[in-house]
């Protein structure tokens, strides 16, 4: 038998929860031979005392929380980090960060066991979360925001995002007015929000210069960059999702004997890995991971995270880095 809370050790004990809660304190008021009993009894039966809610209740708790789903998928390149910059918000504020994986948790309340660790307030990072996991947040009286990516079917949590239409719009445009007039895109617009809304800027870039996306017809896989350069007329240009997607293309272009960027102009989307940017004199957009970052803490600190009725939305600009992966596109093109 497990025990892991106090109204079932008390009822298991046949006491008060109130004596069961002074004998694991050290309390006053209870008996050395019942003290004894319930010490020994909660080690028999594998229940800890939740310190965490504990200092919650007393108003005390400086906990916040993030929130994760599936670590191992995490990159080391975006969210290592994403997360350096919410640690670091954290504990320049006095308060204690708790990273928690949904997915060693599936069986549980998250809301209820982020609660018990003392949070209050939750910044959800990343995508792929079940819906089971939104819901137990939503019941929960803990302010919540999430970061960088969206969860659409849950529209009134709280969210703080780049603007990604805006910058994906702003790079497109950039090729264009170097001359490009067949782009093509890489990247998954239905793995995450973020891309999703990149996705719609780069179509509107292209809308409002006259033009259409090349290779709109080539499957998205883990093949996608090799797939666009086969396409014909090839594109003289890509523009991809994230900086990861930015690599792979130029990687294809290499192993088919093209130049960067006489040949093929490639730009990305984030500029946090410097080693990866620099190597590749990759055009990119720069996201603000600190101003994403400060934009959530400063919500789950303030009273108006519990407050407010409705759905917090927080933009945070982007901005245009152009290197040398971008240029004119070539006279002659296959």
């Known amino acids: 038998m497990k025990i892991t809370n106090l109204v079932g050790l008390a009822n298991y004990l046949g006491l008060d929860k109130s004596t069961v809660s002074r004998a694991l304190g050290g309390k006053p008021g209870v008996s050395t031979q019942t003290r004894e009993r319930v010490v020994q009894t909660a080690r028999q039966v594998g229940y800890v005392p939740n310190i965490h809610g504990q200092r919650l209740r007393s108003g005390k708790s400086r906990t916040l929380a993030l929130l994760v789903c599936g670590l191992k998928l995490f990159t080391a390149r975006f969210h290592g980090p994403l997360t350096l910059e919410v640690l670091s918000a954290v504990a320049s504020r006095g308060y204690d960060l708790s990273v928690v994986d949904a997915v060693q948790h599936a069986e549980e309340d998250i809301g209820h066991l982020l609660s018990q660790k003392g949070a209050i307030g939750v910044i959800v990072m990343g995508g792929a979360y079940p819906a089971g996991v939104f819901y137990a947040l939503r019941r929960s009286s803990l302010p919540i925001i999430q970061l960088d990516v969206q969860a659409n079917e849950f529209p009134d949590l709280a969210c703080v995002a780049s603007e990604n239409f805006e910058g994906i719009y702003r790079v497109t445009r950039h090729l264009i007015d170097l001359g490009h007039r067949r782009l093509a895109c890489v990247g998954d617009p239905a793995r995450l929000s ?114 407010s009725s409705s759905r917090v939305e927080f933009r945070v600009e982007t901005e245009l880095i152009v290197r040398t992966s971008s240029g004119p596109p070539p006279q002659v093109t296959g």
């Open 194 to 307: 973020c891309y999703r809304e990149r996705y719609r800027g780069f179509q509107k870039a292209l809308t409002d210069a006259g033009l259409e996306e090349i290779g709109e017809a080539v499957t998205r896989h883990e093949a996608h960059a090799a797939g666009l350069l086969c396409v014909r007329p090839r594109p003289t240009a890509i523009v991809s999702l994230s900086d990861t997607h930015a690599e792979q293309v130029v990687i294809a272009a290499r192993e088919r004997g093209l130049a960067i960027p006489r040949d093929l102009s490639v730009t990305g989307f984030d500029d946090i890995d410097k080693t990866l940017v620099s190597s590749l004199s990759l055009t990119t957009v720069r996201v603000d991971l600190s101003g994403l970052v400060e934009r959530a803490v400063d919500f789950l600190l303030s009273p108006v995270s519990t407050a």
